[in-house]
């Protein structure tokens, strides 16, 4: 078991691209949590998905944000006509619903600068 | 609407101190809390999950205390290291049927040697 994953680490871009985010969740993970963090703030919580099926979305998470978890294993998040105010750290994290415990793992992050 | 506060914002100890970190909550109504350490630009290692039934965890030179009804939690950290110089982060699970997290905003620690 080798944790969460996330690829890229970083990503620069210009104004106006597109990106889109890898996160490959601890296996036998069935939560997938996508949050966003800009410097010196806490996460913001984004969406998550059960399995296949994205359960919870932000009002922060607009229509330029997608995210999908096809197979209920690897999640992307999507971000179309980036803006600056898009740069941020963008955090996954997977948790296993089993004791009641839902202790969530996250994973080092992919970091976006919109030029 | 849940808001998480971490005092203070910075904390700057010599190496050796036993200290304290602080998280309070508006809502008492939570299924758990976690707490977790960020060394710059990295991400979130988890450290301790307080269930909302437990009044505290252990691990290591870390204790975690929850008090629900008051909204606060703390963080002991015993005999602290330079490496133990990182930001610390409380969040919260509320208990409304929700799997998200809310975040404090952390406590930016510095052990010096």
């Known amino acids: 078991d080798t944790g969460v994953s996330q690829d890229p680490r970083h990503k620069i871009t210009k104004r106006g691209q597109n990106v889109t985010f890898r996160c490959d969740p601890i296996?036998?993970?069935?939560?997938l949590y996508w949050y966003r963090q800009t410097l010196g703030q806490g996460p913001e919580f984004l969406t998550y998905f059960q399995n296949e099926a994205q359960l919870e979305k932000s009002r922060l998470l607009s229509d330029r944000f997608s995210a999908e978890r096809p197979k209920g294993s690897f999640s992307t998040l999507e971000i179309q006509r980036t803006e600056q105010g898009d740069s941020a750290m963008y955090l996954c994290?997977?948790?296993?619903?089993?004791?009641?415990?839902?202790?969530?793992?996250f994973g080092p992050g992919t970091r976006l600068t919109v030029t | 609407k849940q808001e998480v506060t971490q005092i203070p914002a910075a904390l700057s100890v010599p190496e050796g101190e036993n200290l304290v970190l602080n998280c309070s909550f508006t809502d008492s109504a939570i299924y758990n809390l976690q707490w977790f350490r960020q060394d710059p630009g990295k991400g979130l290692t988890s450290l301790l999950l307080i269930q909302s039934s437990q009044r505290e965890q252990t691990s290591g030179r870390l204790n975690a205390s929850l008090d629900k009804s008051s909204g606060r939690s703390t963080l002991y950290i015993a005999a602290s290291q330079p490496g133990d110089s990182a930001t610390y982060l409380c969040a919260v699970r509320p208990d409304s049927g929700t799997y998200k997290y809310i975040f404090g905003t952390g406590t930016r620690l510095k052990v010096l040697a």
């Open positions: 296996s036998e993970h069935n939560r």
């Open positions: 994290a997977s948790s296993l619903v089993a004791g009641g415990m839902y202790e969530q793992y």
